[in-house]
T-cell receptor, first 119, second 113 residues
Framework: GAVVSQHPSWVICKSGTSVKIECRSLDFQATTMFWYRQFPKQSLMLMATSNEGSKATYEQGVEKDKFLINHASLTLSTLTVTSAHPEDSSFYIC???????????????FGPGTRLTVL | DAKTTQPPSMDCAEGRAANLPCNHSTISGNEYVYWYRQIHSQGPQYIIHGLKNNETNEMASLIITEDRKSSTLILPHATLRDTAVYYCIVRVPRYNQGGKLIFGQGTELSVKP
């Protein structure tokens, strides 16, 4: 149980194009999902909190118009990197909270990550 | 959420127990200790969590001191596949909107043959 998937696992795109990354909770409902970014040899950095049915909450310094987040259902959140540039190349990881099962105590489960390379 | 301190790196021999410490001296009464690990180029994996009692699951054991100011994650028989960065995070469970995790630098565990 508690599986989170991401698609695609890797993507290469040209500078100026937009890229959409999907995050799905496969066996539980997630009213809240989170998006992280990780650069080589660094820890995960939280970008935004995605809440089902409402606007995402972005961390300080993250451009909301560049990183569009949509959480249209209890099992799907999407991150769109708009007008991508080489400096956006990174490892993007999503997570989903299991708040239904009391024993989980608000544990977050992570997707496998998406490696974005912008040429 | 309380701050945690972990050693930046540790080595462990394959087949031996790996004991990863975490200091959280400012932990409050309702904060849980969570452990995750990240194998290279993968998303983090949940390992275990606890409040004050020792916990064990199929992956690891979590030992929390009586004063709750520190904890130890124990991998009883480390294998090469346990080589990863291990993160100790302290936070209050939240059941409404929010509840973000903040990752520190973690401990890079190298399991050697």
């Amino acid at each position: 149980g508690a599986v989170v998937s991401q698609h695609p696992s890797w993507v290469i795109c040209k500078s100026g194009t937009s890229v959409k990354i999907e995050c799905r909770s496969l066996d539980f409902q997630a009213t809240t999902m989170f998006w992280y970014r990780q650069f080589p040899k660094q820890s995960l950095m939280l970008m935004a909190t995605s809440n089902e049915g409402s606007k995402a909450t972005y961390e300080q310094g993250v451009e909301k118009d560049k990183f569009l987040i949509n959480h249209a259902s209890l099992t799907l959140s999407t991150l769109t990197v708009t007008s991508a540039h080489p400096e956006d190349s990174s490892f993007y990881i999503c997570s989903a909270r299991d708040i239904v099962r009391q024993a989980a105590k608000d544990t977050q489960y992570f997707g496998p990550g998406t490696r974005l390379t912008v040429l | 959420d309380a701050k945690t301190t972990q050693p930046p790196s540790m080595d462990c021999a394959e087949g031996r127990a790996a004991n990863l410490p975490c200091n959280h001296s400012t932990i409050s009464g309702n904060e849980y200790v969570y452990w995750y690990r990240q194998i290279h180029s993968q998303g983090p994996q949940y390992i275990i969590h606890g409040l004050k009692n020792n916990e064990t699951n199929e992956m690891a054991s979590l030992i929390i001191t009586e004063d709750r100011k520190s904890s130890t994650l124990i991998l009883p028989h480390a294998t090469l596949r346990d080589t990863a960065v291990y993160y100790c995070i302290v936070r209050v469970p939240r059941y409404n909107q929010g509840g973000k995790l903040i990752f520190g630098q973690g401990t890079e565990l190298s399991v050697k043959p």
